[in-house]
């Protein structure tokens, strides 16, 4: 399958890439090429908890992911950075450049089931959740150190599902042990 071959072929990158203490989206002067599909998107709970959300990095670099979510001063989250609160909503951050507007996020909104991720609608300041909401309307209210990230201060309105809501909806995500092929 065309998504499984991206996978492998983003693996075997980031294992090249490390083999030679090299970080693969670390190359001066070139923008980073993110690319997201459907096949991109798996069980929340492989990802790697932050407080009560979740992240990831599309281009080998977790670890500046996590040090950016970690820092108690905020900063620019890398390229290739994932950040999901609950299964159906995801931000990815592209390489600088593509969307000055939203610093360089893209919104998605998806439908999940045991079968995978199906992405209903992705951009960028256009993208609409399924209450009607504007992602980027809101979260572009977060204060200019967080980056668009909003937690519970960055200064954003609140979401109107509770804490105990949100860890019910990351307990029973449908992707979670029924896509195997992903950890390939
Ligand atoms: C009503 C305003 C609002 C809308 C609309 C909204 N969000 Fe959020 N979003 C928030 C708030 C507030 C949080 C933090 C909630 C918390 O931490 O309890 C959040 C959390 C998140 C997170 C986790 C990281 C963070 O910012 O804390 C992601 C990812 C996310 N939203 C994506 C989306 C996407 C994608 C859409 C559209 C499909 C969307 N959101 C629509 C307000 C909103």
């Avoid at 072929?9 to 090429?33: I, S």
């Avoid at 950040?83 to 996020?105: C, F, S, Y």
Wanted: proline share 6%.
């Amino acid at each position: 399958m065309n998504g499984r071959t991206v996978i492998a072929a983003v693996a075997l990158a980031t294992l090249a890439g490390a083999a030679q203490g090299l970080r693969v989206v670390a190359v001066a002067d070139e923008p980073v090429e993110v690319e997201v599909t459907a096949e991109t998107f798996g069980c929340i709970r492989d990802m790697t908890p932050v407080r009560h959300f979740y992240v990831d990095n599309l281009a080998g670099d977790l670890e500046a992911t996590l040090a950016v979510a970690n820092s108690p001063t905020g900063g620019k989250y890398p390229p290739g950075s994932v950040v999901q609160l609950i299964p159906t909503e995801v931000m990815v951050k592209h390489g600088e450049g593509w969307n000055a507007a939203t610093r360089d996020w893209e919104f998605f909104e998806l439908e999940v089931s045991r079968d995978g991720s199906r992405i209903v609608n992705r951009g960028f300041a256009d993208v609409v959740n399924r209450f009607g909401g504007n992602c980027f309307a809101c979260h572009v209210r977060a204060r200019p150190e967080w980056d668009l990230i909003c937690e519970k201060d960055h200064g954003c309105d609140p979401v109107p599902v509770s804490a105990e809501q949100i860890l019910e909806l990351q307990r029973t995500d449908p992707r979670c042990g029924t896509a195997p092929a992903e950890q390939q």
